[in-house]
């Protein structure tokens, strides 16, 4: 069999393994093809195996409605519950498992069942904190629109606060929200003080005091923000063309290479600025109002930071572009 034959196939990959070898000719490249159940060498095309088992599940599903119903195991493990979804509970519809209701004297026993369980879930300190704790980042998470992946980072971070004793004598939603914060721009997708204070209970001095204790106690090297962070999700809330994303792209790049144009300035009013541009040289309408509702700056930090992106960088906007675009 000629390796040449390999590459016509569906589902076939490429593994380097310490434990099988061509008995031919020595190598440890196999070919796997999962269509049919082979191991093959990638060297001289030798079938090492023909009877490979498949692991997956005997049952096949169409819909995600079916494969959650036949799947044998629960859901996975997550950070943003208090007890990382391991623990069991009591479902309030009181039927058994084929479906059956209940006589009086079984439904009396459940709900005492029920009710100990819940208690036994939060029955420590620590248990009602992080209960009140993740109810609060998973609140402020589904205001903000932010992702999965974050919303675990904030949980792992209070957590680490927690579980070590770093943090004792604090305010739970201010420590909620700096996690959430520290999250944003420890992966790279930043979210202001002002927009995290706007939906949590605490205001934004607190949130900023607290925010500091945590990259203190749990020793972060935050990344500095940059405009270009920002671009996206600016660009996404203004319903604006890829092109304009682009262009803004490249504008701050060059603004990199300008001495002082960057450095000092708030990185969001530079995204705003430069979006501003970016639309004006692509003649899209978007007025310095959407623009800052969107960015949370106001208007005339947007005119001053395009008025030194086009001067210092010499773009070619005709004097009366900005007038019709307010």
């Known amino acids: 069999m000629s390796s040449n034959t390999l590459e016509g196939r569906e589902e076939v990959g490429t593994v380097s393994t310490h434990n099988v070898s061509c008995p031919e000719c020595g190598g ?28 997956g599940p005997e049952w096949r599903a169409f819909t995600s409605d079916e494969r959650d119903s036949r799947s044998r195991t629960g859901a ?16 309030w519809r009181d039927r058994d498992g084929k479906g059956g209701t209940f006589s009086a004297k079984q439904r009396a026993q459940i709900y005492r069942l029920r009710k100990w369980q819940i208690r036994t879930r939060v029955h420590s300190s620590l248990d009602r904190n992080l209960a009140q704790a993740m109810t609060e980042i998973d609140r402020l998470s589904s205001q903000l629109g932010m992702s999965q992946s974050l919303k675990e980072e904030a949980a792992r971070m209070y957590r680490k606060l927690i579980a070590g004793r770093l943090w004792r004598s604090r305010s739970i939603d201010a420590t909620a929200a700096a996690a959430v914060y520290a999250a944003c721009r420890h992966r790279g997708s930043p979210r202001s003080i002002e927009e995290i204070a706007e939906h949590s209970r605490e205001n934004k001095k607190k949130i ?69 541009v970016a639309a004006i040289l692509n003649d899209c309408r978007v007025t310095q109002r959407d623009i800052s509702r969107v960015s949370g700056v106001t208007e005339v930090t947007i005119r001053n930071r395009y008025k030194e992106l086009v001067s210092k960088l010499k773009l070619a906007i005709a004097p009366e572009a900005m007038a019709i675009a307010v």
């Open 28 to 55: 440890v490249e196999v070919v796997r093809d999962n269509e049919k159940g082979e191991l093959i060498c990638g060297k001289c095309g030798l079938v090492l195996s023909d009877h490979r088992i498949d692991s």
């Open 208 to 276: 900023s005091a607290h925010y500091r204790m945590l990259v203190t106690k749990l020793k972060l090297r935050m990344p500095i923000s940059s405009p270009a962070m920002y671009v996206p999700r600016f660009i996404s809330e203004l319903n604006l063309p890829t092109e304009v994303q682009c262009t803004t792209m490249e504008i701050l790049e060059k603004a990199k290479e300008v001495r002082g144009l960057i450095t000092g300035r708030d990185p969001r009013g530079l995204a705003a600025a430069a979006i501003y």
């Open 76 to 91: 996975p493990e997550s950070f943003s519950m208090h007890d990382k979804g391991l623990a069991t509970t009591i479902d």
